[in-house]
C-alpha cells in the first residue's frame, strides 16, 4: 500500500499503517544535533524547485505541511505535488515512481475501493426546525398551510344509485375527479352499524393483534403496538395524549371484522383483483393484494401528509363516525412531476407541496359521507375529532397510464417494497391474460378501456424485454412476477396482447420499432372499438403476408395464390357529366349514382378492366377462400380533347367489389410459396369469404 506522510517539524511519519510494517509505523524523531544519515530524505527526486540553504528558514512552515507519497518498490519518498498529477493521495492503494514502472510493465498504480454506503433509505429530518424546539410539534403541517390559497372543491356530489357503470360509460369525467356521496343508500356496499366503536374493532381482532401506528410529529411509524395498547391510547383523554398519532394501514381481510364490510358495487365491478386474480388463490392461505378491507383510526389533530395511494390505486373512504378534511392536488404532469421532486426529500421537511403545484382543493367529510378518489390524486388529510374510517384501495381499466406513471414515481423516490402495492406486476401480467382471452373473442370495449389496456400491453412488453435481455437478477426478478398457473409465453402473450389491441384501436399494424401513434388508421364503421370494421389499405412496401405483425407472430399462409386473366371491356353509356365547381361530384360518383344511365344524358366511351386475384387454404373447419376482385373504369364523353381529358370532362372511379364463391367443392394444390399478386397502380382492398366445406 502506497505510504503517504506529512512533515512535521524534523519528524516524519506515515498516518495510514493499514498493511504497513512495524518500521513504517514507527514515529522517529530526529534528536538535535543527531546525524541520522537521512540528509537525502528531505529531497524529492522529482522536485523541479532547487531550494538554496538561505532560504529554508522562511520555507519552513510550507515544507511542514507537504505531502510526501513512497514508492512501493524502491521505497524512494517523492513530493505528491510533483508526482501526483493533482489527484487525490488518500484514494491511492499501491503507487509506483515512474523509473519503477518503466522498469516492470507489470507494476500498475491501484485506488482504493469506494466506501460502503448503505443503500437504504434515510428519514430526512428538520435540523432548523430540530434546533427551533419544532421538531416534535404536530401543529407544524398546519402552521405551514397558514395564509395559502385553498380553493373550494368543484368537485361532482351524487347519489349511491347514480354511481354505477352506466356513469362510468356516459359521463366522460366519471372516475377523473374525487366525488362524494352523502348518503350510502343505493351504493350497493355494507358498512358495521353507526354505533361500532373502536372498541368493537379491537374486540373482533383481538387486544394482541399487531397494528402499525404513525407518529404525527414526524410521519414515521412507532413499532411494538398492538390494538390493546391503542384501545388504551385512544380513550386516554385529548390533553393528556403523550403524542398524537394516527392508524391508517390496518387490513382486515380474512378477519371476523372484514364480515362486517363490504366495497361499493362501483368498486367491486372495477377492482382487478375481484376480476383477474383466481378466486382459488385469493382467501386465507394465499398471498394475494390486501389492499380492499381498512380500518382507519385517528385522533383529533392527526395529520397524514401529501401522498398518492401506492401504485396510484383509487380509493373508497367512508366516515362511519367523526369528521376528516381532505386537500387535492389534481394529477397532471406537471404536478407529478412537482411531487416527484418534494416526496422523499429534504424539501418535504419544510416546504408546502401546494406552493410547488397549481391548484389545492379543500373537501370535508362528515359522518355518513363516502368518497371515491380517482387515480392519481395528490391528497392530505386533517383529522378534527377522533375518527372511524372504513375503506380500502383499488386498480382498475379506466386509468393505467396514470397507475404506471405513479408507480414510476415510487420507484424513482425509493419507496420501500413494503409500502407498495402488493403483487402489483403479477396481477397486471393477470388482466393482461385475460385482456387477451377477451380481444380474441371479439369482446367490444370502451376507448378509454382501450387507451388502458394499451397502456397495460406496453408495461408487460417492458417487462418481457428484461426477461430477455435484462441483467441476471432483473430477469430472475421479472420472471417470478409471471404467474405459471396462467401463463407459459409471457413474452409471447404481452406481444399479441400489444397487437390485438391496437388493431381494435383501428391502429394499422404493431411493428416493434415503428411509432404506431402517428399511423393510426381510419375506420369505416361506429363499432365502439373496431373490431370488425374495414379499415382503410395502407400501402406498404412488400406483400401481407411478407409484413412482420409482432415477434414471434406468423401470418397463416395460403396454399395457393392464382391471378385470372385480365378482362377488358368498352361499351357506350349516357350519363351526365360531372360538375366539378359542385361539392358533391365526387360522393355522387364514389357511391355509384354518377354512372347511372338518363335518358337526357350524354353519350360517353366507357373502359372496363377488370383484375381478379383468388386465394385458397385449409382451416381445420374446412376450407377458406378470398376472392379480391378490382374493377377500373374510365370514362370519356364525345367532344372531349385529349388535351382536357384529365380535367372536368373525364373521371376515374374505381371500386372494389366481392362475388360470393359458389357453394361447389374446391381443388386445392399445395404450393410451395405463397404469391401475392398486386396492382401497382392502385391498392388492392381484400375481403375474406370463409366457408365450411364439410369433408375438407
Not at 380553493?151 to 344509485?161: A, I, T, V
Not at 403496538?225 to 384501545?231: E, I
Not at 424539501?347 to 362528515?366: F, I, P, R
Request: with cysteine; glycine share 8%.
Amino acid at each position: 500500500m502506497a505510504r503517504s506522510r506529512r512533515r512535521s517539524g524534523r519528524n516524519q511519519k506515515t498516518p495510514d499503517t493499514a498493511g504497513a510494517t512495524d518500521d513504517d509505523s514507527q514515529v522517529q524523531p530526529v534528536q538535535e544535533g543527531e546525524d541520522d544519515g537521512r540528509e537525502d530524505d528531505d529531497k524529492c527526486p522529482a522536485c523541479k524547485d532547487q531550494i538554496e540553504p538561505a532560504d529554508k528558514e522562511q520555507d519552513l512552515s510550507a515544507a511542514d505541511k507537504e505531502k510526501w507519497v513512497r514508492c512501493d518498490a524502491c521505497k524512494t519518498w517523492f513530493h505528491w505535488r510533483c508526482v501526483g498529477e493533482g489527484g487525490d493521495l488518500d484514494a491511492v492503494d499501491k503507487w509506483f515512481c515512474r523509473p519503477c514502472l518503466d522498469k516492470d510493465p507489470a507494476r500498475v498504480i491501484t485506488m482504493k475501493p469506494p466506501a460502503r454506503k448503505s443503500a437504504r433509505k434515510k428519514t430526512q429530518r428538520d435540523y432548523a426546525g430540530l434546533n427551533a424546539g419544532n421538531e416534535a410539534d404536530p401543529t407544524r403541517f398546519l402552521r405551514m398551510m397558514e395564509g395559502k390559497t385553498i380553493k373550494r372543491d368543484p368537485f361532482p356530489r351524487m347519489k349511491g344509485g347514480e354511481v354505477g357503470l352506466e356513469w362510468l360509460e356516459n359521463d366522460e369525467n366519471a372516475m377523473k375527479e374525487p366525488v362524494l356521496i352523502e348518503s350510502e343508500e343505493g351504493l350497493g356496499m355494507k358498512m358495521p352499524p353507526a354505533g361500532f366503536t373502536v372498541d368493537d374493532v379491537v374486540e373482533a381482532l383481538g387486544e394482541d393483534h399487531p397494528v402499525e401506528v404513525i407518529d404525527v410529529a414526524t410521519q414515521s411509524n412507532t413499532p411494538n403496538w398492538t390494538l390493546g395498547k391503542w384501545l388504551e391510547y385512544w380513550h386516554t383523554e385529548p390533553a393528556k395524549r403523550d403524542k398524537i398519532r394516527n392508524v391508517i394501514s390496518l387490513e382486515i381481510s380474512g378477519t371476523p371484522l372484514a364480515d362486517k364490510v363490504l366495497p361499493p358495487r362501483i368498486v367491486r365491478e372495477l377492482d382487478w383483483v375481484e376480476k383477474f386474480w383466481p378466486n382459488t388463490k385469493k382467501g386465507r392461505g394465499h398471498n394475494y393484494p390486501k389492499v380492499q378491507l381498512y380500518c382507519l383510526m385517528g385522533v383529533g389533530g392527526a395529520w397524514t401528509d401529501w401522498h398518492i395511494d401506492f401504485a396510484g390505486s383509487s380509493v373508497y373512504y367512508h366516515i362511519l363516525n367523526g369528521a376528516k378534511v381532505f386537500y387535492f392536488i389534481r394529477p397532471t404532469p406537471a404536478n407529478l412531476a412537482a411531487y416527484e421532486k418534494w416526496s422523499g426529500t429534504e424539501v418535504q421537511n419544510h416546504s408546502w407541496l401546494g406552493d410547488m403545484c397549481d391548484e389545492v382543493y379543500k373537501v370535508e367529510l362528515k359522518t355518513g359521507n363516502t368518497m371515491i378518489i380517482p387515480t392519481g390524486w395528490i391528497h392530505a388529510v386533517y383529522t378534527p375529532v377522533d375518527t372511524l374510517v372504513f375503506g380500502g384501495n383499488f386498480l382498475h381499466s379506466y386509468n393505467v397510464p396514470t397507475q404506471l406513471r405513479v408507480r414510476e414515481i415510487e420507484l424513482a423516490t425509493h419507496v420501500p417494497k413494503k409500502f407498495r402495492f402488493p403483487f402489483f406486476v403479477k396481477l397486471c401480467w393477470y388482466a393482461g391474460e385475460k385482456y387477451l382471452r377477451d380481444l380474441k373473442a371479439k369482446e367490444e370495449f370502451p376507448p378509454r378501456v382501450l387507451e388502458s389496456v394499451e397502456a397495460l400491453a406496453d408495461f408487460l412488453v417492458s417487462e418481457a424485454r428484461t426477461m430477455e435481455r435484462g441483467a441476471e437478477p432483473a430477469k430472475r426478478q421479472a420472471k417470478e412476477e409471471v404467474p405459471g398457473d396462467r401463463i407459459k409465453d409471457a413474452p409471447a402473450l404481452a406481444r399479441e396482447l400489444r397487437w390485438r389491441v391496437r388493431l381494435a384501436a383501428g391502429y394499422s399494424s404493431d411493428d416493434e420499432g415503428r411509432s404506431h401513434r402517428k399511423a393510426k388508421s381510419a375506420a369505416n364503421g361506429d363499432a365502439a372499438n373496431g373490431v370488425g370494421n374495414k379499415r382503410k389499405r395502407i400501402a406498404t412496401e412488400g406483400s401481407e403476408d411478407s409484413m412482420e405483425l409482432f415477434r414471434n407472430f406468423k401470418r397463416p399462409s395460403w396454399d395457393r395464390v392464382e391471378e385470372l386473366p385480365t378482362e377488358r371491356v368498352s361499351k357506350v353509356a349516357k350519363a351526365r357529366r360531372p360538375d366539378t365547381k359542385s361539392r358533391d361530384w365526387a360522393q355522387a360518383w364514389v357511391s355509384g349514382d354518377g354512372g347511372m344511365d338518363v335518358d337526357d344524358g350524354a353519350e360517353a366511351r366507357v373502359d372496363v378492366k377488370r383484375d381478379v386475384i383468388v386465394k385458397v387454404r385449409k382451416t381445420t373447419k374446412g376450407l377458406e377462400r378470398q376472392r379480391v376482385e378490382r374493377v377500373l373504369e374510365e370514362w370519356t364523353w364525345d367532344g372531349t380533347s385529349s388535351s382536357n381529358a384529365s380535367s372536368a370532362p373525364s373521371s376515374k372511379a374505381e371500386q372494389a367489389t366481392e362475388d360470393p364463391p359458389p357453394r361447389e367443392a374446391a381443388k386445392v394444390e399445395r404450393v410451395d410459396q405463397d404469391t401475392v399478386m398486386e396492382d401497382a397502380r392502385a391498392p388492392v382492398a381484400p375481403s375474406n369469404v370463409a366457408e365450411d366445406a364439410g369433408s375438407g
